[in-house]
C-alpha cells in the first residue's frame, strides 16, 4: 500500500517537473500584447500651426484664395522660417493673379531654401512681369536639369518668341515637337514663331499639318 | 481500500491537467517566437504562425493584430485590411483597430473608407484631433473641400 502511494506522488512529481514552472498569466496578458503597437502615437498630433497650414492649402486648392493667404499670412507670423509654407503662399498669390505680391514673397525665401519647384515659379513671375532678362537664366537652368518638362520649355519658347528670339524658340520648340509629335496646340504655335520669323513655307506646312 | 482508486485518479487528474496544460504552454512558447520573428522583421516566418494561433483561438486578438502588421509590413495593405477588418468584428469598441484600418483605406485610396472611419470615432470622441485632421485628408483627397475646411475651422476655434 505504501509503494502504491510513493509511486503516486513520484509520478505526481514527475507530472509537475515535466510541465514546468506555472505561467503567470498576469504577464502573459502583457508579453508581446499587439494593442499598443496600434496606437495611434505622437506622429499622429498635430499642432494648432500644421492644422493652420493644411487649412491655408486646402482653401488654396478650394481656389478661395483670400481665404487661403489670410491662413498663410496668420502661420507665418507665428513660423516665419517656414520656407515651404511661404512658397505655397506666393503660388496661390500667383494664381490669384497677384503678381508682385507673390513675387516678393518668394523673393523673400532664402536662396538656400528655394526648390526647383520655387525657382521655376519665379521665372514665370519674372515672365509674367516681362523681366525675361531675369526669367532666362532661371528657364534654361532648370530645363538643362529637367529636360522632360516640357510645360516649361513651351513657356520659355514663347517668351523667347515675345523677345523675338526666333532661332532659339525654334529651337526649343523642335525639342517639344520631338517629344509630342502629335500635339496640335505646340505644333500651331510653332507654325505662328515660323510666321514672326518669315519662314512662311514652313509655317504653312506646320499649320497644314494640324489641320489633319 | 479506497485509496488504490483516489490515487489512481489522481494521478490520471494530474496527466490530464499537465496535458493540457502542454498544450497550451506549446502555444505560449509559439507565439512569443512568432512575436520575436516580427520584431527581428522576420514577417515572412511571423506570419504562418500568427495564423495557425489565431484558428487556435489563441490570443487571437493579438494574433490577428500580428498578422495584419506583418502584412502591412510586406506592403500588402489588401490583406492587411482583411485582418484589421476582422479584428474590429472582435472589438467593435476599438477606436485604435479602427484608427489603423483608417490608415489602411487611405493608403489603398479608398479615401471615403477611410473618412467613414475617422468619422466614426469622431462621432464617439469629438476631441480626437489625429481622427480629425485625417478625416479631413481623406476628404481633401476626394476633393471635398469645403467639409475639410470645416474640419480644420472646427479644431482651430475658427468655425463661424
Known amino acids: 500500500m505504501r509503494r502504491i502511494a510513493v509511486t503516486a506522488i513520484l509520478i505526481l512529481l514527475i507530472c509537475t517537473v515535466i510541465s514546468g514552472p506555472r505561467p503567470s498569466f498576469a504577464r502573459e496578458k502583457t508579453a508581446g500584447g499587439a494593442s499598443s503597437l496600434i496606437a495611434p502615437g505622437s506622429a499622429d498630433e498635430v499642432p494648432d500651426w500644421m492644422a493652420r497650414w493644411e487649412l491655408a492649402r486646402i482653401l488654396g486648392y478650394a481656389k478661395r484664395y483670400d481665404e487661403s493667404i489670410a491662413e498663410y499670412k496668420k502661420l507665418l507670423k507665428e513660423k516665419p522660417g517656414l520656407a515651404k509654407a511661404r512658397i505655397e503662399m506666393a503660388r496661390f498669390l500667383f494664381w490669384s493673379g497677384r503678381i508682385p505680391e507673390s513675387l516678393e514673397v518668394l523673393e523673400s525665401v532664402p536662396s538656400a531654401q528655394q526648390t526647383d519647384e520655387s525657382l521655376l515659379l519665379m521665372a514665370d513671375l519674372y515672365r509674367a512681369r516681362k523681366a525675361y532678362a531675369r526669367a532666362g537664366p532661371i528657364y534654361r537652368d532648370h530645363l538643362r536639369r529637367h529636360p522632360g518638362d516640357h510645360a516649361a520649355r513651351l513657356r520659355f519658347a514663347e517668351m523667347l518668341s515675345w523677345q523675338k528670339q526666333y532661332d532659339e524658340s525654334l529651337a526649343e520648340y523642335r525639342r517639344i515637337l520631338s517629344a509630342l509629335p502629335d500635339d496640335v496646340q505646340v505644333r500651331r504655335k510653332y507654325g505662328l514663331v515660323l510666321m514672326w520669323a518669315n519662314r512662311f513655307d514652313e509655317a504653312a506646312r506646320e499649320l497644314r499639318r494640324t489641320l489633319k | ?160
Open chain 2, 1 to 160: 481500500m479506497k485509496i488504490v482508486p483516489a490515487i489512481s485518479l489522481l494521478v490520471v487528474l494530474a496527466a490530464a491537467t499537465t496535458g493540457l496544460y502542454q498544450a497550451v504552454n506549446h502555444d505560449r512558447i509559439l507565439y512569443l517566437d512568432a512575436v520575436r520573428l516580427f520584431k527581428r522583421d522576420s514577417y515572412c516566418e511571423a506570419l504562418p504562425i500568427f495564423q495557425k494561433l489565431a484558428v487556435k483561438d489563441f490570443r487571437k486578438t493579438d494574433s490577428l493584430i500580428y498578422m495584419g502588421l506583418s502584412y502591412e509590413k510586406q506592403g500588402n495593405t489588401r490583406d492587411s485590411i482583411r485582418i484589421f477588418r476582422q479584428v474590429l468584428s472582435l472589438e467593435p469598441s476599438n477606436d485604435d483597430v479602427r484608427f489603423k484600418l483608417g490608415e489602411l483605406y487611405e493608403r489603398d485610396h479608398e479615401y471615403r473608407l477611410a473618412a467613414d472611419m475617422y468619422g466614426e470615432i469622431i462621432k464617439k470622441k469629438p476631441a480626437n484631433r489625429a481622427a480629425r485632421v485625417r478625416r479631413a485628408r481623406a476628404l481633401t483627397a476626394m476633393g471635398r473641400f469645403d467639409e475639410a475646411i470645416d474640419i480644420y475651422r472646427e479644431m482651430l476655434g475658427e468655425r463661424s
